[in-house]
């Protein structure tokens, strides 16, 4: 059984910047898709950035350049830096780990950006 856990959410000011981290353990395959998604209230969820376990990456349009995804494969740990975070970024941020059999969401962390 895949756990992911997440941590780092909280309440910033706007222009201010959160770090999320998401454990992941279990039996975990080796060559696998780490990724953040965000769920804004009464809207669905939706993809903010992927990573695979070679380090390529990909990201949304609205948080290209300003969020930052990066993974610790010792650890099974992937990382999301939000900087520069606007109201608009306020929603619980899932992690999502997935391979060819598998694919797996942690709990969600909420984060909350005030004006």
């Known amino acids: 059984q895949v756990q992911l856990v997440e941590s780092g959410g909280g309440l910033v000011q706007a222009g201010g910047s959160l770090r999320l981290s998401c454990a992941a353990s279990g039996s975990i395959f080796r060559v696998n898709t780490m990724a953040w998604y965000l769920q804004a209230p009464g809207k669905q969820r939706e993809l903010v950035a992927t990573?695979?376990?070679?380090?390529?990456?990909n990201y949304a349009d609205s948080v290209k350049g300003r969020f930052t995804i990066s993974r610790d494969n010792a650890k099974n740990t992937v990382y999301l830096q939000m900087n520069s975070l606007t109201p608009a970024d306020t929603a619980v941020y899932y992690c999502?780990?997935?391979?060819?059999?598998?694919?797996?969401w942690g709990q969600g962390t909420q984060v909350t950006v005030s004006s």
């Open positions: 999502n780990l997935r391979w060819s059999l598998g694919n797996y």
């Open positions: 990573i695979t376990s070679g380090g390529s990456t």
